[in-house]
């Protein structure tokens, strides 16, 4: 039950993630540079961190007597507070000025920390740049330093491909999500997500495909179901030969 709940949690954040980025967001569809190590920076050199931004997965340092739980709420409380992350304004300083410095101060820290990941994406759209006021790195850099720091986090992936998504950048979106299902195994919910966003890049097979393998999982909500049949894409299991065997090949992805 446990493991239950902490899927169903990651699922529901990740959903209002998406959700939050396909409701901010509009088309910026100018050309974009290549990021890169290079371009983005060390992920070292802060006087903090960085720390993994998922509890299970936080390494405890020699000598390091802080838990990973008080790490967040020093980080948070300094520099990702509701003010910051509404993109009202700066925490730092006096609370003076944008909060380009707090966003980038909470992703050196911890370089996948989605909440901020999302802020970011929304901080660059507000001003319709790539690097908006006192932010170190243009917004794409974020993403880099985060899949560079953690290749295995799977919300960081998916809150990626919505930003290519959005930035008409399909195909590097769909290789994110390939990479994701891979990533998310038996996570039933994660699974259902990314045949949603499947669906928002109009790849109806793939997101068929996601919507028979997260009900293999026992995920019943029919959200995607409905939208495939919306468009005449939905096929019963026993109909669609690649869906059915398409938990089998992501198991077996996983364990290779």
């Not at 998916?158 to 996570?187: F, G, M, P, W």
């Not at 699974?191 to 009900?215: M, P, T, V, W």
Request: charged residues 20%; hydrophobic residues 35%.
């Amino acid at each position: 039950m446990k493991k239950l709940s902490e899927e169903h949690q990651l699922g529901e954040t990740l959903q209002r993630f998406l959700v939050i980025l396909g409701l901010s967001l509009s088309c910026a569809c100018a050309a974009h540079a290549q990021v890169s190590e290079g371009i983005c920076g060390p992920l070292r050199g802060g006087h903090y961190g960085p720390y993994d931004y998922r509890p299970d997965h936080h390494k405890q340092a020699a000598g390091d007597q802080m838990p990973h739980s008080d790490k967040r709420v020093l980080v948070e409380g300094a520099h990702f507070t509701p003010r910051v992350e509404n993109l009202v304004g700066a925490q730092s300083g006096g609370q003076m000025g944008p909060p380009g410095a707090d966003l980038s101060y909470t992703l050196r820290a911890f370089p996948n920390n989605h909440r901020a990941l999302v802020s970011v994406v929304r901080y660059g759209e507000k001003f319709k740049t790539e690097n908006p006021p006192a932010l170190q790195y243009p917004v794409e850099c974020y993403f880099e330093r985060a899949i560079r720091f953690a290749p295995d986090d799977v919300i960081v992936r998916i809150i990626y491909a919505s930003y290519l998504t959005n930035k008409n950048r399909h195909d590097e979106a769909v290789a994110q999500l390939k990479i994701s299902t891979t990533l998310a195994k038996d996570n039933p919910f994660t699974q259902y997500n990314i045949g949603l966003a499947y669906f928002d890049l109009k790849e109806y097979s793939l997101a068929l495909e996601q919507a028979h393998r997260a009900a293999s999982l026992g995920f019943e909500r029919s959200e995607l179901s409905d939208k495939l049949k919306s468009v005449g894409q939905w096929q019963d299991l026993s109909d669609a030969p690649e869906a059915a065997s398409a938990p089998a090949v992501a198991s077996s992805s996983a364990a290779d």
